[in-house]
Antibody
Framework: EVQLLESGGDLVHPGGSLRLSCGAS????????VSWVRQAPGKGLEWVSA????????YFADSVRGRFTISRDNSNNMVYLQMNSLRAEDTALYYC?????????WGQGTLVTVSS | QSALTQPASVSGSPGQSITISCTGT?????????VSWYQQHPGKAPKLLIH???DRPSGVSWRFSGSKSDNTASLTISGLQAEDEADYYC??????????FGGGTKLSVL
């Protein structure tokens, strides 16, 4: 069974940093890209970042480019989203999902709150 | 990276068919056949309904279908059921090597 599990969400001050983790199981991990998608409270989905199966290609939304980085550890089936210079507008539930063009499995999300 | 344009809400009665539109530009929907649709029930993670414009993943009901014309993609739900009441989002790959979602459409089944 394909499973994705996010962790690392927390309350952080503006300007602070946080690292989110996404653990995967149930499929050949390095065959798939992984995406991060966020959803602010009461709002719609916003694509944030993605990484290819090999980890050699990384993609970012304009709203986070230069502040967020993405990486993966294929030996441990993990993807990480390093978030720096956090802003109030980064407050959201962050989902990781398998795939990029077609995100076919999603985790349950981890909550990031940026507030003083 | 402007969000794709979806109607804020649509409604229909059980058994009817409804269509949700998703309008972009030649730099996203019009330029690529990488359009997906997602269903999200309150408090739940999104679920993939359609990918590559019109392909249904295994396990998704035949009542959900997708299409595209120029810069607009559409999701049609046939034979509306109460359980279809949810939020629906479109997504597309873009010429900037990014992905973009629509603003979401709330479907009410009356």
């Amino acid at each position: 069974e394909v499973q994705l599990l996010e962790s690392g969400g927390d309350l952080v001050h503006p300007g602070g940093s946080l690292r989110l983790s996404c653990g995967a199981s149930g499929f050949t991990f390095n065959n798939y890209g992984v995406s991060w998608v966020r959803q602010a409270p009461g709002k719609g989905l916003e694509w944030v970042s993605a990484i290819s199966g090999s980890g050699g290609s990384m993609y970012f939304a304009d709203s986070v480019r230069g502040r967020f980085t993405i990486s993966r550890d294929n030996s441990n089936n993990m993807v990480y989203l390093q978030m720096n210079s956090l802003r109030a507008e980064d407050t959201a539930l962050y989902y990781c999902a398998r795939g990029t063009d077609a995100m076919d499995y999603w985790g349950q999300g981890t909550l990031v709150t940026v507030s003083s | 990276q402007s969000a794709l344009t979806q109607p804020a809400s649509v409604s229909g009665s059980p058994g009817q068919s409804i269509t949700i539109s998703c309008t972009g530009t030649s730099r996203d929907i019009g330029g690529y056949d990488y359009v997906s649709w997602y269903q999200q029930h309150p408090g739940k993670a999104p679920k993939l309904l359609i990918h590559d414009v019109s392909d249904r993943p295994s396990g998704v009901s035949w009542r959900f279908s997708g299409s595209k014309s120029d810069n607009t993609a559409s999701l049609t739900i046939s034979g509306l059921q109460a359980e279809d009441e949810a939020d629906y989002y479109c997504s597309s790959y873009t010429s900037s090597a990014t992905w973009v979602f629509g603003g979401g459409t709330k479907l009410s089944v009356l």
